[in-house]
């Protein structure tokens, strides 16, 4: 009798924590600094969203030496025919570069939550004859893509500046395949070296915190580039 008491506290004790977790608010709300929209997850304030005013920067002829894109690709592994996603595609910088890798028997879908960055991709994609370039506008929790469909998802630089980073990472794990990859490349976080303002880099701890709710697996993460990394994680089940 005793015991199917302390067994019943206990499970009554364990509902009402998982319930209250369950309650708690996902994000929080800080005065917000100069470059963050005074809204936080896991502690971290999200960064504002780069506007297509700046979209001139993502094309600048200097990335190519500060962030060595053919390692980026590299890294991804993209095969002819895949099915892959540029999330936060912006002017497509990265879009076209897999276009080719998956070629004609594939697909990139290139989303992006700004009309005007779709729009500059679109030229884009014209101007390089990236026919297999879908351009997809999302929303802020939403990126509109197939279930299941995806052998790789990129988010090149995107990340930290999601305005509801949980549920942009559930719908795009619901969008992989079994065994697909999510590959976050972010420019790293509390390094001296990288001139980039803090809320606009992540560390790896971070991205590691921040996916573990979701049923992916970290797999491994790569150095070698400038100033970023690239975290790669893969679809389980
Ligand atoms: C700094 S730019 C990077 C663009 C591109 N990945 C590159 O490396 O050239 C970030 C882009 O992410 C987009 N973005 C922000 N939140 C998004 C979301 N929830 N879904 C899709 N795109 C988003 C912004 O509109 C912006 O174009």
Redesign the pocket.
């Known amino acids: 009798m005793r015991k199917s008491l302390t067994a019943w506290l206990l499970l009554t004790v364990a509902l009402a924590a998982s319930a209250q977790e369950a309650n708690a608010p996902r994000y929080a709300t800080v005065a917000p600094s100069a470059d963050g929209i005074g809204k936080t997850y896991q502690g971290r304030e999200i960064a504002h969203?780069?506007t297509y005013h700046g979209a001139q920067w993502?094309e600048r002829t200097e990335r190519v030496d500060e962030e060595k894109p053919e390692i980026v690709l590299a890294a991804l592994d993209l095969k002819p025919g895949m099915t892959v996603a540029?999330?936060?595609?912006?002017?497509g910088?990265?879009s076209w570069r897999m276009a080719q890798r998956v070629g004609k028997g594939g697909a990139v879908y290139a989303?992006?939550?700004?009309p005007e960055?779709i729009g500059l991709l679109e030229k884009q994609i014209a101007r390089r004859g990236a026919g297999n370039v879908k351009p997809v506008l999302?929303t802020?929790t939403d990126?509109r893509l197939p279930a299941g469909a995806l052998d790789v998802a990129l988010?090149?630089?995107?990340y930290h500046?999601?305005?509801?980073p949980y549920e942009?990472l559930a719908a795009i794990a619901r969008a992989l395949k079994p065994g697909g990859r999510l590959v976050f490349v972010e420019f790293r976080g509390n390094d001296s070296e990288v001139p980039i303002k803090p809320l606009h880099t992540m560390t790896e701890q971070q991205v590691r915190n921040e996916v573990a709710p979701h049923p992916l697996k970290w797999v491994r993460t790569i150095g070698g580039l400038p100033w970023q990394h690239i975290i790669i994680f893969q679809k389980q089940g």
Do not use: S
């Open positions: 969203v780069m993502l540029d999330i936060g595609a912006g002017t910088y990265y989303v992006d939550i700004q960055m999302g802020v990126p988010m090149v630089d995107v500046e999601l305005e509801y942009m």
